[in-house]
Nanobody, 123 residues
Framework: QVQLVESGGGLVQPGGSLRLSCAASGSILRTNAMAWYRQAPGKQRELVATITSGGRTNYADSVKGQFTISRDNAKNTVYLQMNSLKPEDTAVYYC?????????????????WGQGTQVTVSS
């Protein structure tokens, strides 16, 4: 009934920029906390950035000053603006969200992952 749909990944040159989007779809009342993670081959999944429903943000040390997380609550969408991209930023990027949704006459909450979008930074 609810899912997160990601877009915006692709191949970019070092120093380039990308903006990732992740939208919750379904019978959504609201999204609560949202986050971006990434996973490079052979490495653990890494928390990149988080944003609360009120817009409070946190970033991994590795991306501070480089990436910006933002959200549009009316669209149930979270964004990740990635600037000054480096080869070490190459990974599959996943969004994650706590979602409150309609289930009949009830409201339920669930945590969901996006499908992942590939970001490749290469010359």
């Amino acid at each position: 009934q609810v899912q997160l749909v990601e877009s915006g990944g692709g191949l970019v040159q070092p120093g380039g920029s990308l903006r990732l989007s992740c939208a919750a779809s379904g019978s959504i009342l609201r999204t609560n906390a949202m986050a971006w993670y990434r996973q490079a081959p052979g490495k653990q999944r890494e928390l990149v950035a988080t944003i609360t429903s009120g817009g409070r943000t946190n970033y991994a040390d590795s991306v501070k000053g480089q990436f910006t997380i933002s959200r549009d609550n009316a669209k149930n969408t979270v964004y990740l603006q990635m600037n000054s991209l480096k080869p070490e930023d190459t990974a599959v990027y996943y969004c994650n969200a706590d979602i409150t949704y309609y289930s009949g006459s009830s409201l339920r909450s669930i945590n969901r992952w996006g499908q992942g979008t590939q970001v490749t930074v290469s010359s």
